[in-house]
């Protein structure tokens, strides 16, 4: 299921012509939160494809998913595949917290829980800035994403909707549904309530079986599961993650989960889904257990209002 997330994305962003596919840093110093606090020097990770053409109107931005890296985008663009490098200028960029950008993980002023709370707007205004400060691009053809990018997308709609043509969010919500709210708090209570927590400073990655069991539950369905899955295999692959330190970071994911939960890009139209000007593509995975538009399609078809919208399934 990983892999067919893996194959859904698509691409947007701007024109740093140096080093190009290779992991960039833009060095955006002490960064403004929506809170008012701080992160103390700021960074944003990136990478670019393709050649910016002579008027800047063919770039792409693509966000990362949760917990994901341009690293592991950089296999989806290329002519012909799903970010096509050979028509538009694609920009890959990590998100704040996934340990790529400034994350509780790599930042030395503000380590582990010390890091602040984060918001998607948060995310969106750093990425904004790498554009238009770092890569003097002041307009894209589109912004597209996959699960928290997609939900990153519809932040762009709302923070800045004249900066894009178009907006294609993909397995994603413009909030999340109560559903989605559970199941967020219960990953970041399994993180919080492991013996191996100490409050965030620990020396080994705490909660690795359960994040291996929210990673089977939360990215298939049972009949898909069960089909693709024996009960040995499951068990042996629940014991093997208990004793793994693989996975995203605690103290990350912890931070980009509460960014999910606050989000409700209604807040800038008075709690109304119904007054969005952008034109917009929304694909739902159908059988993907969350952040999909499917989990509130109210806000999805509300914010989309526009004959250039068409919710479609993707998967």
């Known amino acids: 299921m990983q892999r067919v997330l893996l194959l859904l994305i698509a691409a947007f962003l701007t024109p740093l012509q140096v080093g190009a596919q290779q992991q960039q840093f833009a060095n955006l110093g002490d960064f403004k939160l929506e809170s008012g606090e701080m992160i103390r020097d700021c960074r944003i990770g990136f990478r670019t494809f393709g050649q910016l053409n002579a008027d800047k109107s063919n770039v792409v931005l693509l966000p990362t998913w949760a917990g994901g890296t341009t690293e592991q985008l950089a296999g989806n663009v290329g002519s012909g595949k799903l970010a096509d490098s050979s028509k538009y200028y694609i920009i890959l960029v990590d998100a704040l917290s996934n340990g790529v950008s400034s994350s509780p993980s790599n930042s030395t002023l ?3 829980m010390r890091f602040p709370k984060i918001t998607v707007g948060d995310m969106v205004n750093t990425e904004h800035e790498l554009l238009t400060k770092f890569s003097h691009i002041e307009h894209v053809e589109a912004v597209m994403g996959i699960s928290v990018g997609g939900i990153q997308t519809f932040e762009w709609m709302v923070q800045y909707p004249d900066f894009m043509d178009k907006a294609i969010p993909i397995v994603a919500s413009p909030r999340p549904a109560p559903y989605d709210l559970v199941h967020m708090q219960t990953q970041i209570d399994a993180i919080e309530n492991d013996p191996d927590w100490h409050g965030g400073d620990y020396a080994k990655n705490p909660a690795r079986g359960a994040e291996y069991e929210f990673g089977a539950i939360l990215l298939s369905t049972p009949a898909h599961y069960n089909q693709t899955h024996s009960r040995e295999q499951v068990l042996s692959e629940i014991a093997h993650a208990k004793n793994s330190n693989k996975g995203s970071d605690a103290n990350n994911k912890i931070r980009q989960s509460q ?4 989000l ?3 807040r800038s139209f008075g709690s109304s889904m119904e007054k969005n000007r952008r034109p917009c593509q929304s694909e739902d995975a159908g ?6 538009p499917r989990s509130d399609p109210r806000t999805s078809d509300r914010l989309c209002a526009s004959d250039a919208c068409r919710v479609s399934p993707s998967g």
């Open 110 to 112: 503000q380590p582990h």
């Open 259 to 262: 960014a999910m939960m606050a």
């Open 264 to 266: 409700d890009i209604s």
């Open 287 to 292: 059988d993907r257990r969350k952040r999909r």
